[in-house]
């Protein structure tokens, strides 16, 4: 069985937190815009700086299918903070 690599943090001593997808409903909604966003709210790794993403369904089906290809670019988790989280 071949070992899973992780990937290379370029910080060492950020920790990877669990985080939820909430979804939204687009306020002001443009022609052919989707109803429904998925926001995320994110901190900068160095603490400073909080923002919201958003995404579509689509763009985190992308973002899902990218991860699932490259597993050895996955952040590790401790089974501590897995159980934590």
């Known amino acids: 069985m071949a070992k899973q690599l992780k990937a ?3 910080m060492s001593d950020v920790v990877a937190k669990m985080g939820r997808l ?5 306020q002001k ?3 052919n815009a989707c109803e ?3 926001a995320v709210r994110v901190e900068n790794c160095d603490g400073r ?4 993403l958003l ?3 689509d763009e985190l089906k992308k973002a899902d ?5 490259n597993p ?3 952040l590790a988790v401790s089974k501590l903070r897995d159980f934590m989280d």
């Open 8 to 10: 290379k943090q370029l």
């Open 22 to 26: 909430i979804p939204v409903i687009n």
């Open 29 to 31: 909604p443009k022609q």
């Open 36 to 38: 429904v966003y998925i």
């Open 49 to 52: 700086g909080e923002r919201t």
């Open 55 to 57: 995404f579509t369904q």
């Open 65 to 69: 299918h990218r991860s699932k290809r």
């Open 72 to 74: 050895e670019d996955q």
